[in-house]
């Protein structure tokens, strides 16, 4: 990307949950993305200090007084960025970078992501990790987003449930209302394919925290599995 050619054009848009540990890792690289013009958390009903820790990075924080899931999050994240657009008179909306909390330094390889939309040959990117990190799960809602997006739309990604993609803001608005929880990611992809709007893959040099295989992140899988059907089921 030439030097300043997308400086302001997009907002940084983090949902995060109990993540004290790793937000401020997060939203730091996110700063330093030469695109990024803000960075603005969405504190979904945390019991630490996430919010606080976020603040102190340098982000603009929004608080759900309780969990209302991430489908929710991106909402709420977007229409703050749409209030501050609006606030500032700006001719073109930002923009939207959706980043996952759990990033860390990571965050400062989503460069990639924003250069096709910004450039205006893709209406949504999606990240392919180049590096995988084994989670301990069984692939069954990988496998269900996965196959659920080709039936609908002829189309497999190759990480269907990756959360870091970069939008146009008009692709946005084309995609609400977004779907509940976790099912937000695979009906993203469903919804802007079925209007012709063009979603490309694009390899990016991020990792998440690994989640292990105990209880707490078999009941996250559990929530993921049945958001990704619940979304299915109003699409196929």
Known sequence: MPA????????????????????????????GLPAAALVLVV???????????ARQAGAIVTRHARNRGKGAALETGAEAVRLLDQRE??????HLLFLDADLGGTAAGAGPLIEP????????????????????????????????????TGWRPAQPLNGQRCLTRAA?????????GWGVETAL????????????????????RATGTGMRAQLHRAHQLTDVARALATRL
């Open 189 to 208: 992809s469903i919804d802007l394919l079925r209007k012709g709007l063009r979603v490309t893959e694009v390899q990016v040099e991020l990792a998440h």
């Open 89 to 94: 008179q700006r001719d073109r909306p930002r």
């Open 43 to 53: 504190d979904d009903g945390s019991k630490d200090a996430t919010a606080a820790a």
């Open 117 to 152: 939309v910004v450039a205006g040959t893709a209406d949504m990117t999606i990240a392919v990790f180049a590096t995988t990190v084994k989670l301990g799960g069984h692939g069954l809602v990988v496998g269900l987003s996965g196959a659920g997006i080709r039936r609908a």
């Open 4 to 31: 300043g050619s997308a400086s302001g054009e997009v907002a940084v848009v983090i949902p995060a949950r109990n993540e004290a540990d790793r937000i401020q890792a997060t939203v730091t690289a996110a700063l």
């Open 172 to 180: 946005f608005e084309a995609a609400r209302p977004l779907a509940r």
